[in-house]
C-alpha cells in the first residue's frame, strides 16, 4: 500500500499497525517539500508583515535604518520567521522512495501539534535565501485520554541561508488520533461569557504597559535567578487575528493561491478540500476560523495554531533580552486549545544562569495561560546576554551543513 487512493475504505480514518508501520520505513528519508516558500527571501515587506501579524512593531525586524545601527548591521528576521522560507533542499527521489513517500500511512486521523523545539544558530537577515531538509525522525504508538490510540510523529526541518550556513532546526511533533474516538471522547464543554468593559480595559491598560528591552544591553551580571520577565497578552483571539496572522505567515498545509488556482491544486488532493456545509470545497484549515467545522471535529469552537503561540513566546524572550542577545533554544508543549475568544498573558521567570564554554547562557520557564487561569502552553528557553566586557557569542551548530545535521540529528534519535 502506497497511497492514500489505495487505503480500503474500512481502515481511512483508523490507526493501524499497518500504518505505524508504513511511517517507521519513512524514517530519516529526505521528504521532498512540495508547497513553495511563502518568502523566498528575507526583505523589509516580510519581516513586518510577519512581526504585525503577531503584534510586534519591533524596529530590529520592521525598520532597516534602525537595524543597521545594531550589532547585527541590517534588518533581521523573527525567530520563527523560518516557517515562511526554506526552498526545498531534498534530493529528487528515486522510484523506491517516491513510493515509500507517497501517500499519508495517517490519512483521515486528525493531526494535533504537540511539541515544538527550535534551536537557532545564526540570523536571518535582509536578502538572505534559505533552504530546508525536512525528514520524519520518529514515530511511536501512544495511548490518549483525548484520542484513545494515537501515532506521535517527530519531523525535523532544518534550515539553512544561502551561503549553506547552518540557521536553525525545527522539530515538532504530531499526535494523530482517530477522529470518531476523539469525538466521543471530547469532554471539554466550553463556557465563553462576553467581555465586561472592565476587563477590555485591563487588557488595553496590559498592553500600554509592555516594554522592549531594544538597543540597551540586558548584562548578564545583572539577571538574578528568580526575576521574573515583564509579561505581555495576546487577545482576547479573534478571527481577524488569524486572517491576519496568515497575511504573514502563509498558508503552510494547503498551497497558496484562491479560486483558480486552489481547484488546480484541488484536483490533485482533494482530501486537502473538504465539502462545507453549502457543499462548497474548502480548506481543512478553516476549522481555525470556522467554528461549525471545528464542532464537526469534536471540539467546541475554533483555535489558533500552535506557531502562534510558539511565535508570542518569541515576542517575550526577544523583548527581553533586546537587540544584543541571543535567543538560541526554545521548547514548548500544547496541551490545551487556545479557543477564538480567549486571552493568552505570556509569563516567564529565570530558572537558573551559568556560563558553559563561553556561552553566557539564562535558563527560562515560560507559559501561555488563558483567561480561565489555564496553562495552555508551558514552555523552557535557553537566551545567551552579553557582559559588559564581551558580546555574544553565537552558538555553533552540531554539524556545519543540512547533510551533517542529518547525521546528528539521526544519531539523536537512535540513541533516545
Known sequence: MTSTEEKPAETFGVLTDEAIERSRRRLGIPNPQHNPPHNYEVTWDGTRHFAYGYGDDNPLYCDPEYAAGTRWGSLVAPPTFLYTMGEDA??????????LLKG??????????AVMEFEWWRPMQLGDRCRVLAAQVGVAPKRSSF?????HVTNDYLYSNGRGEMHAVRRGTWINAERHTSKKRAKEKLEQQPYTPEQIAE???????????????????????GAELAPKVKGPLTTTDVVVWHLGWGMQLTPPGAFKIAANIRRKAPGLYPPNGLNIPDTVQRLHWEPARARELGLPNSYD??????????????????????????RCEHRKFNYIGDTTWLRGSVVDKAQVDGRNEVHVELRCENQRGEVTSPATAVVLLPTRDRAVDLPEPPAPTLDGMVAHELQRFAVD
Open 90 to 99: 531534498a534530493p529528487k527521489p528515486d522510484p523506491e522512495t517516491k513510493a
Open 104 to 113: 499519508d500511512p495517517f490519512a483521515g486521523l486528525g493531526s494535533y501539534q
Open 147 to 151: 484520542g484513545g490510540r494515537t501515532a
Open 203 to 225: 487588557i488595553d491598560a496590559a498592553y500600554a504597559a509592555e516594554t522592549r528591552r531594544g538597543g540597551e544591553p540586558r548584562y548578564f551580571e545583572d539577571v538574578e535567578i
Open 305 to 330: 495554531y500552535g506557531g502562534m503561540r510558539e511565535t508570542w513566546l518569541c515576542h517575550l524572550l526577544t523583548d527581553w533580552v533586546g537587540d544584543d542577545g541571543w535567543l538560541w533554544k526554545l
